[in-house]
């Protein structure tokens, strides 16, 4: 690692799905003027980029080599709006916040050899003045140096909740019933996997927002880096 990249600040944001990771890291990110790195995004990308081209998931090879070639584009547009992904070329913003492509994303990203192919990729984001990683894995794997490493985490029903109000405010046809069932199978997967498990970094924060608002979560945070 460069002595350089070594010194640019990097704040890790893990936990489960549902948690307030992505809204309050990119609160963070642009309260603080630095990069964001969304890495739930890469995983459901990738999955995307299999689904497209009719691969099976569980074969690792395959997916792996997928993760290697597919081409994933951040893009802020110039007239506002929120961050667009672009996958080989294709708009698939919406797309890869389907419940289907989070459940391709969580299968792959147990397999070892597609987490190795997407490790450069996630650390080329550490960039002056700064970063705010989201993920499972930033505090523990990816950037073990982070200078502040945050584990967010909320009950299981209220982040059905969380997700179910998000996905309806989209059009999308979810029960809260199917949500719940879908988050708990989710984090016992993302938990038990061999490579990489969710789990909080030792020298992370824990932070459990069930009943606090993203205001609070937020201020808590930016007090804790400016602190
Ligand atoms: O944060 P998310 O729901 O967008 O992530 C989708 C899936 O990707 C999640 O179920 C597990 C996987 N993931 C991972 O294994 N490691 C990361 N750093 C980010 C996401």
């Excluded at 790195?37 to 890469?42: H, K, N, Q, Y």
């Excluded at 209220?158 to 997700?163: I, L, V």
Aim: proline residues 4%.
């Amino acid at each position: 690692m460069a002595h350089s990249e070594r010194l640019v600040p990097v704040l890790t944001i893990d936990g489960p799905s549902g948690s307030g990771k992505g809204t309050i890291s990119a609160r963070v990110a642009d309260a603080l003027g630095w990069h964001l790195l969304d890495s739930g995004a890469i995983y459901r990308a990738v999955g995307f980029a299999a689904g497209m081209a009719g691969l099976d998931l569980s074969d690792g090879e395959a997916v792996t080599r997928c993760a290697e070639t597919t081409k994933i584009l951040f893009r802020d547009p110039k007239d506002g709006g929120g961050t667009r992904v672009i996958v080989n070329g294709l708009d698939a913003t919406a797309d890869i916040r389907a419940e289907t492509c989070g459940a391709a994303a969580s299968a792959i990203a147990a397999i070892p050899s597609l987490r190795a192919a997407l490790f450069e990729k996630q650390r080329s984001f550490r960039k002056n003045p700064g970063l705010v990683a989201d993920g499972r894995d930033m505090g523990t794997v990816i950037f073990p140096d982070a200078q502040h490493k945050i584990f967010l985490t909320a009950s299981a029903e209220e982040r059905a909740k969380r997700r179910y109000k998000q996905l309806k405010e989209k059009g999308l046809s979810v029960t809260l019933a199917t949500l719940f069932r879908e988050i708990e199978a989710r984090d016992l997967r993302d938990a038990e996997r061999a490579v990489a498990p969710l789990k909080p970094a030792a020298d992370a924060v824990l932070i459990d927002s069930t009943g606090m608002s993203i205001d609070v979560v937020v201020a808590k945070v930016l007090e804790l880096v400016r602190s």
